[in-house]
């Protein structure tokens, strides 16, 4: 069983910084496409980014483009979201996920498993 696990988040104040990880262990997850989405309450899940085989295939929503990045470690099975100059509205729960194929997509159905959330919190 392919099981993400998600971790890092945290409170954070306006402007700062926080690294989340996604760790999958037991299985080799090189040709898999790996997305970090978040969700507000009241709001829809968000795919937010998501990276292909290599750090060179890689997608941003605009709300995080500039701020955040995506990038993964093959031989830890691990991927990361790096999130700087934070704002109050990236404030939520943030998921990690995988799908069976190496090409990115945003689009939540498209991926076959799930970590189980990680808060991100920011305010002052």
């Known amino acids: 069983q392919v099981q993400p696990v998600g971790s890092g988040g945290h409170l954070v104040q306006p402007g700062g910084s926080l690294r989340l990880s996604c760790a999958v262990s037991g299985f080799t997850l090189d040709s898999y496409a790996r997305a970090w989405f978040r969700q507000a309450p009241g709001k829809e899940r968000e795919g937010i980014a998501c990276?292909?085989?290599?750090?060179?295939?890689?997608y941003y929503a605009d709300s995080v483009k500039g701020r955040f990045t995506i990038s993964r470690d093959n031989a830890r099975n691990t991927v990361y979201l790096q999130m700087n100059s934070l704002k109050p509205e990236d404030t939520a729960g943030y998921y990690c996920?995988?799908?069976?194929?190496?090409?990115?997509?945003?689009?939540?159905?498209?991926?076959?498993?799930w970590g189980q959330g990680t808060q991100v919190t920011v305010s002052s």
């Open positions: 996920a995988a799908r069976r194929v190496y090409s990115v997509s945003y689009y939540s159905t498209d991926y076959d498993y």
């Open positions: 990276i292909g085989r290599s750090d060179g295939n890689t």
